[in-house]
């Protein structure tokens, strides 16, 4: 398994959270960004980890910001890209299990780190279903097409 992620301001100390249970977990990620508190912009974030992950570089994103939710429209605008904002763990396991979602988005003004630390574990363990889902999964994917994203 492979995590690329990345944050702004406002989702940058829980990254560094997140971080540490990666290694902890011993499983292989890249930190895209940013590596001090100042303020960015989170689109140029959800770009870089969007973009490794619609090559396939990466298996699996997590952007955080204060929400979450910057993250996770600017991640949805790149063709590919299933990003999902989950702050339980349920929403985690069903993003990956039903709607093949690969990159998850956690806001750190919104959640502790100990939930989110859970939710990173459960999307990371979770797999996706295929069967019925893969076919809906096709819809989503034939949506951008037509709509110009791929
Ligand atoms: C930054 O202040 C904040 O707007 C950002 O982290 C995020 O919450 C946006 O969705």
Same mark, same amino acid.
Do not use: Q, S, W
């Given at each position: 398994m492979w995590v690329a992620l990345a944050s702004d301001h406002g989702g +940058? *100390? $829980?990254?560094?959270?997140i971080i540490v249970f990666l290694r902890q977990e011993g499983i292989a990620f890249h930190d895209l960004g940013p590596f001090s508190e100042e303020a960015v912009d989170y689109p140029d974030y959800a770009l870089m980890v969007a973009e490794v992950v619609r090559k396939g570089d990466f298996e699996q994103g997590i952007l955080c910001c204060g929400t979450g939710i910057g993250m996770v429209?600017?991640?949805?605008?790149?063709?590919?890209? *299933?990003?999902? $904002? =989950?702050h339980? =763990? +349920?929403s985690a396991r069903m993003a990956r299990e039903h709607n093949d979602a690969n990159i998850l988005t956690l806001g750190q003004r919104v959640i502790g780190n100990g939930l989110a630390?859970?939710?990173?574990r459960t999307w990371l363990k979770a797999e996706f279903q295929g069967? *019925?889902?893969?076919?809906?999964?096709?819809?989503?994917?034939a949506m951008e097409q037509k709509y110009g994203k791929e």
């Open positions: +940058f *100390r $829980l990254k560094k959270e429209i600017a991640a949805n605008k790149i063709p590919g890209v *299933r990003a999902a $904002l =989950c339980d =763990c +349920f630390i859970e939710i990173v069967g *019925r889902h893969a076919r809906r999964v096709a819809k989503i994917t």
